[in-house]
């Protein structure tokens, strides 16, 4: 047989050799760095990452996620405007468990305004939004990771200039 | 185009051709010269084409990767260091696998696993080797689609593929960039042509063999790692691949179960590694909610109301089902699916309707519409764009004609033009489903391409075939026996063609 022949006919074995070599050489040239872009670090949650925390004594003791936060102007003067969702518990639930925790840091019913969603699918697990009238907090700067406080997607006080993420391109 | 009826119908193989190569070679070639001058032409189509490939280079060469490149290009880094780790014996790094490989849960890691070897040898590959690596391999697997049609179809065929998508400008672009689309098309083209080839063997009563179930199972699968959304495309040729059951009976069983076994072995690492990781089933890809919702629902209630600011249709809603995932515990693909079904609460037939009209000019509009990222970094030269632009368009507009009259052709003419005639309405409707389910972009269009090329083929073919037959009657009858099952698929896939764009049309 023909040293053509036989690579004719064995075609995979010099490149099965390459793939051998390439693999052996590939620790010693150095490692690749992927950018990781396509999947960021989830952000600290707005409230745990003690950034802009709640009034003190108060907690949330039912799963929710922080949608908008920030301070506006109202009838009273300056406070702060803290909207989030509740999940898997009905409204009144919901209601119950945050006049509770209203209560304990001495704030009334009223800071708290419970909707529960129209028309939402029984399966959901979001199931209603509560918005927070509470006194302004300054930024905190002794906190675990204090970058996350820099970071609109944590703490969800978003620059008004930042387009809506609905269009596209 | 005369190859698909002139070449002669499948005989039995002679019984002492036991070696399945020398058998292949006796069933496929043509009779008469090896070469002819029609080989010529597709070495001349190609060889223009390579020669515009090559011009083209210059407009990618230094543009770094963008948008959904920059995931694979992740993806293909991620896996080379595995590799790295596994060769050195280091612990392999998790958290960078299930970061920059599984990601979203968005793609699948066929474009990945092409660039793997090259960043195996150059991890820090810039833009030009990279863009190079890919194109050198696009050119390969499209020499291979022509070479595989001439042998299947004929050289007539081989020349109209060498042409177009051969020599479209944007096509050949796209073949230096990471997205999987063109290759996806390119791989389906030959598992299409390869189906044809085995089913119209069948159908003279040669079962197809374990080396024919084994390839249609891996380019099968293939199409579905470089693109998963031909998973219809895909689904429907196995389907149509069922056919060899039919008529070769029993003895096609075991290549049958290969090519699904194959098929199936290889789809599972990437469905195990997606389920476990977002823990619930994934088959293929997590990104169908969030694209029927982005498509067709109010995209200010996906979270529940407006998704945070500053972001995209597609990762800011991501990030919003991470944050419900963690608040509850429960997995991030369930939400999305919640997140989609609150958001399409609206949808109405017309609206629907008028969504997949708007999606289907997305699809075909602007073929040329990437040249606003495929251009040299901070410097686009309006003359080279206005030339790749119209001359895409030039031959765009023909064939999207061609390839629509093509669906409607029903050819009775012979077994194979009847295969190839089902299996590309099947493999072109496969793929158009993509603005039913999902907002579509002007780089969609590069994996139908081929197929498209195919279609518009079959049309002209069947015009030229109707006027030679009168001039010259039954100078040469059905070379090929035709199979009457075949004539009534053709007609009923022409057939939902028409009545979904009547029904789409009218809704809207």
């Given amino acids: ?169 | 185009m005369p190859d698909v009826t002139t070449e002669p119908a499948v005989q039995p193989p002679p019984r002492q051709a036991r070696d399945p190569e020398a058998r292949a070679t006796a069933v496929r070639r043509p009779p008469g010269r090896r070469w002819s001058r029609l080989d010529l032409a597709i070495g001349l189509a190609l060889l223009v084409g390579v020669l515009l490939r090559v011009l083209l280079f210059g407009q990618v060469a230094h543009t770094p990767f963008s948008g959904d490149e920059v995931a694979y290009a992740d993806a293909g880094k991620a896996l080379s260091n595995l590799l790295r780790d596994l060769v050195s014996l280091h612990t392999p790094d998790t958290a960078e696998l299930s970061r920059d490989v599984i990601g979203s849960g968005w793609f699948m890691p066929g474009m990945a696993l092409l660039l793997t070897p090259l960043y195996l040898v150059a991890p820090h590959a810039g833009p030009e080797v990279a863009h190079a690596w890919l194109g050198f391999l696009t050119l390969v697997v499209y020499v291979l689609a022509i070479a595989e049609v001439r042998r299947t179809l004929g050289r007539w065929w081989a020349l109209g593929l060498a042409m177009v998508p051969g020599l479209v400008p944007m096509w050949l672009l796209f073949g230096y960039t990471a997205y999987g689309d063109l290759l996806a098309g390119l791989v389906a083209t030959l598992l299409i042509t390869r189906m044809v080839a085995v089913l119209r063997r069948s159908a003279s009563g040669t079962p197809p063999s374990l080396r024919d179930g084994a390839l249609l199972g891996f380019l099968a699968i293939t199409t579905v790692y470089l693109r998963s959304s031909s998973a219809p495309l895909v689904a429907g040729i196995g389907a149509v691949g069922l056919l060899a059951l039919v008529w070769a009976g029993r003895r096609a069983l075991v290549p049958v179960l290969l090519a699904s076994g194959i098929f199936l072995a290889v789809l599972a690492p990437w469905s195990i590694a997606a389920s476990v990781t977002f823990d619930t089933r994934v088959i293929t890809t997590t990104s169908v909610p969030m694209a029927l919702a982005n498509s067709f629902g109010d995209r200010t209630q996906v979270c529940y109301g407006m998704c945070d600011p500053g972001s995209t249709l597609w990762f800011s809603p991501v990030r919003y089902a991470r944050e419900v995932s963690r608040a509850t515990g429960a997995s991030e693909v369930t939400v999305l699916g919640q997140m989609s079904a609150y958001a399409r609460r609206n949808v109405t037939a017309h609206s629907y309707a008028r969504d997949v009209i708007t999606d289907w000019h997305h699809y075909i509009d602007k073929p040329s519409a990437f040249l606003f990222k495929l251009h040299p970094p901070g410097d686009r030269d309006r003359g080279v764009e206005q030339a790749i632009t119209s001359w895409t368009q030039r031959i765009f507009t023909p064939m999207v004609w061609l390839a629509a009259a093509g669906l409607l052709v029903v050819t009775r003419r012979s077994r194979r033009a009847q295969l190839l005639s089902v299996l590309v309405k099947i493999g072109l409707f496969g793929l158009l489903l993509q603005p039913f389910v999902h907002l579509a972009g002007s780089r969609y269009w590069t994996t139908a391409a081929p197929l498209a090329a195919l279609s518009g083929m079959l049309a002209i073919w069947s015009v030229g075939t109707w006027i030679r037959g009168r001039v010259r009657r039954s100078e040469r009858g059905p070379v090929d026996e035709p199979s009457r099952l075949l004539t009534l698929v053709q007609a009923a896939l022409a057939a939902i063609g028409v009545a979904v764009v009547v029904v789409i049309q009218a809704l809207a």
């Fill in chain 1, 1 to 169: 047989m023909t040293a053509i022949a036989f690579l004719r006919r064995r075609w995979y074995l010099p490149l099965a050799a390459l793939v051998v070599v390439l693999l052996l050489i590939s620790p010693h040239v150095g490692r690749a760095e992927p950018t990781g872009d396509y999947r960021p670090a989830l952000p600290a949650d707005a409230i745990a990452s003690g950034c802009y925390p709640l009034p003190r004594g108060m907690t949330i003791d039912f799963p929710y996620q922080v949608r908008r936060d920030g301070d506006v102007n109202g009838p009273h003067g300056r406070h702060r405007r803290l909207v989030l969702q509740y999940d898997e518990i009905n409204a009144a639930t919901a209601r119950q468990r945050i006049t509770t925790a209203l209560h304990r840091a001495g704030l009334p019913d009223s800071a708290a305004t419970v909707t529960s969603y129209p028309r939402i699918p029984s399966d959901s697990l979001v199931r209603g939004e509560i918005v927070l009238t509470l006194p302004s907090v300054a930024q905190q700067t002794d906190v675990p990771d204090a970058a996350q406080c820099d970071n609109p997607f944590s703490t969800k006080r978003f620059p008004p200039a930042w387009p809506p993420s609905t269009s596209y391109a």
